[in-house]
């Protein structure tokens, strides 16, 4: 019976997981929750749980160690990326590092809750409430926080920020190079000190780290955006002083014409007076 309840608390984690990703990667772009990209990730995602406990479950393999957590999250996010960058035609650059970030926060987010309920919890001894309160309450907070998450993201715009950061190449590459290293932060943590109580420093650091990246982010994004705007006021003026140019041109070649057809008019005006309208008029200087 036991064994059952524990399948179905760990499916059920998976699909928060697997829920949470494309919800915050979509809010990342400024993009709606398509159902498609969302059963395709959600399925994958359980898939492949499916697929690796079944491999530890008869090859009796242990999965620990810093190359093996940062490739599984690499996996994650190379997948969801492909999803964004197919299904909602956004650039790839920017779908993966929309995957990579949702990614970090995501598994940050959701470890860190946990770590926090063992702490908070840590004399439980039954065993069905262990399942409850360890692993699916945390995670169930995690789905909840990332769907705040998407909201604020909406009404902040802060998706018309992120494009700006993938208009050049540069910034692109260093954008996306800074998610992949803010994915790879909470295995190394974890890697590093396993045992770690999660303490009220502990729980505020890496908050205050995923709200301190989403922040850098912005800000790197508004300065990108702001530059883009000098640069355009720049190539304004430009053609405001060509145009100028142009103008002050036009009117000393106006000005010429007008002196040469005076002459002229002046020339046939005093031959008119003088009788001789057969002869070319001279003009006047």
């Not at 059963?39 to 810093?66: C, S």
């Not at 993938?166 to 295995?187: C, D, H, K, N, Y």
Request: glycine share 6%.
């Amino acid at each position: 019976m036991y064994q059952i309840y524990a399948i179905l608390v760990s499916n059920a984690v998976f699909a928060c997981y697997g829920l949470a990703m494309p919800w915050l990667s979509a809010g990342l772009l400024g993009r709606e929750r398509g159902w498609r990209l969302t059963l395709a990730y959600f399925l994958y995602f359980l898939l492949l749980q499916w697929a690796v406990n079944l491999f530890i479950m008869f090859t009796q393999w242990d999965p620990q160690g810093l190359w093996y957590s940062v490739g599984v999250f690499s996996a994650h996010a190379l997948v969801l990326g492909l999803m964004l960058w197919r299904m909602l035609r956004v650039p790839a650059a920017e779908a993966f590092s929309a995957a990579l970030l949702s990614n970090f926060v995501i598994f940050t987010c959701g470890s860190v809750v946990e770590r926090l309920m063992i702490g908070w919890f840590p004399d439980l001894e039954n065993i069905y409430l262990i399942g409850l309160v360890y692993s699916l309450a945390p995670h169930l907070f995690m789905l909840l926080l990332s769907r705040l998450a998407v909201l604020l993201l909406h009404r902040s715009g802060f998706h018309r920020y992120f494009a700006h950061l993938f208009e050049r190449r540069w910034s692109a590459a260093l954008t996306l190079a800074v998610s992949f290293l803010l994915m790879g932060i909470w295995p190394v943590v974890d890697t590093l000190y396993p045992d770690a109580e999660a303490s009220f420093g502990y729980v505020s650091f890496f908050f205050g780290l995923v709200l301190a990246a989403l922040f850098v982010l912005q800000f790197l994004a508004m300065y990108a955006a702001s530059q883009d705007k000098i640069r355009a006021q720049e190539e304004l003026i430009a053609q405001q002083q060509a145009h100028m140019a142009l103008l002050e041109q036009l009117q000393q070649e106006v000005r010429a014409f007008r002196h040469d057809f005076t002459n002229l008019f002046s020339g046939l005006t005093l031959q008119a007076q003088a009788g001789d309208l057969g002869s070319r008029p001279a003009p006047l200087i």
